[in-house]
Nanobody, 123 residues
Framework: VQLQASGGGLVQAGGSLRLSCAAS????????MGWFRQAPGTEREFVAA????????YYADSVEGRFTISRDNAKNTVYLQMNNLNPADTAVYYC?????????????????WGQGTLVTVSS
């Protein structure tokens, strides 16, 4: 499966953005989908994940209550709605696909990564 992330940009603190990740070349509905981010000088970290059907979601503590992950299997797309953004959310955001929720949350044994989209939050 190939992944294409989009939707990043510059936003002021307190603002919102919605990221999208379009999948092609695979059976999208069979993948657990996740979002990760990497700020300059830091390691890539888990942000959110969603199960095959969308019935289960997982969030990092730092984004719980502000970010919402969702998916549309008919459109082969996963979304990350980000609200109440703050400068600490500034990072390159990556989408990823894997077969199992535990592995996606852990960032291991992932089948595919998107190319990343930059989110910059100004204070």
């Amino acid at each position: 499966v190939q992944l294409q992330a989009s939707g990043g940009g510059l936003v002021q603190a307190g603002g919102s953005l919605r990221l999208s990740c379009a999948a092609s070349g695979g059976r999208f509905s069979s993948y657990v989908m996740g979002w990760f981010r990497q700020a300059p000088g830091t390691e890539r970290e888990f942000v959110a994940a969603i199960s095959w059907s969308g019935g289960s979601t997982y969030y990092a503590d730092s984004v719980e209550g502000r970010f919402t992950i969702s998916r549309d299997n008919a459109k082969n797309t996963v979304y990350l709605q980000m609200n109440n953004l703050n400068p600490a959310d500034t990072a390159v955001y990556y989408c990823a696909a894997g077969p199992w929720s535990d592995e996606v949350v852990a960032g291991t044994q992932l089948d595919a990564w998107g190319q990343g989209t930059l989110v910059t939050v100004s204070s």
